[in-house]
């Protein structure tokens, strides 16, 4: 199984800052296989970059995934009031899906 | 509207059983295919099971294998998890997503969420 590893496990950050996220794979994944989640405090998670570096639906463009292998990274180039949440990055193989443990991105 | 709502999540005692649903409704359910995916209490987010839009393709978490079973019906629009043999461990809150597959691209990924379904597991 591959395990993602997250880092840091808390990011603490002033609006208007620039956040990376770091997401480390065991073994290589494919970039087609890994995707970034958002989620709010009692709410679902919501899908925000497929296939390492493809933005979903209405996602604002200051959000950016990139990465390949076993390295990939979700930036955020000017952090909003609404952006400070959990943030996971999830890969796909071998018939199972893996989840990282989250970052916390929260106001400094 | 385009939606899933989970249902179904309550309190059971070790070893019981429970049943949870998935409404579909806004978008053709018999395309999609489904997860379930589960979030312990202050955790992270756990894969569970998966099944195919004919429901010929199944997989399931190791956790969970032997124990839980994941199926649908097309014609209700619904998606159903039947839990047994339930652990303290599975405590958490049940969310059911379409599962998107692209044949092009192969990207992978959870489109639309549920908003979720608590399940505990206490004596």
Do not use: K
């Given at each position: 199984e591959i395990v993602l590893t997250q880092s840091p496990g808390t990011l603490s950050l002033s609006p208007g800052e620039r956040a990376t996220l770091s997401c480390r794979a065991s073994q290589s994944v494919s970039s087609s296989y890994l995707a970034w989640y958002q989620q709010k405090p009692g709410q679902a998670p919501r899908l925000l970059?497929?296939?390492?570096s493809s933005r979903a639906t209405?996602?604002?463009?200051?959000f950016s995934g990139s990465g390949s292998g076993t390295d990939f990274t979700l930036t955020i180039s000017r952090l909003e009031p609404e952006d400070f949440a959990v943030y996971y990055c999830q890969q796909y193989g071998s018939s199972s899906w893996t989840f990282g443990q989250g970052t916390k991105v929260e106001i400094k | 509207q385009v939606q899933l709502v989970e249902s179904g999540g309550g309190l059971v005692k070790p070893g019981g059983s429970l049943r949870l649903s998935c409404a579909a409704s806004g978008?053709?359910?018999?395309d999609y295919y489904m997860s379930w995916i589960r979030q312990a209490p202050g955790k992270g987010l756990e894969w569970v099971s998966y099944i195919s839009s004919s429901g010929s393709t199944i997989y399931y978490a190791d956790s969970v294998k032997g124990r839980f079973t994941i199926s649908r019906d097309n014609a209700k629009n619904s998606l159903y998890l039947q839990m047994n043999?339930?652990?303290?461990?599975?405590t958490a809150v049940y969310y059911c997503a379409t599962t998107y597959y692209d044949y092009v691209s192969l990207d992978w990924y959870f489109d639309l969420w549920g908003r979720g379904t608590l399940v505990t597991v206490s004596s």
């Open positions: 970059i497929y296939g390492a209405g996602i604002p463009d200051r | 978008f053709t359910f018999s043999s339930l652990r303290a461990e599975d």
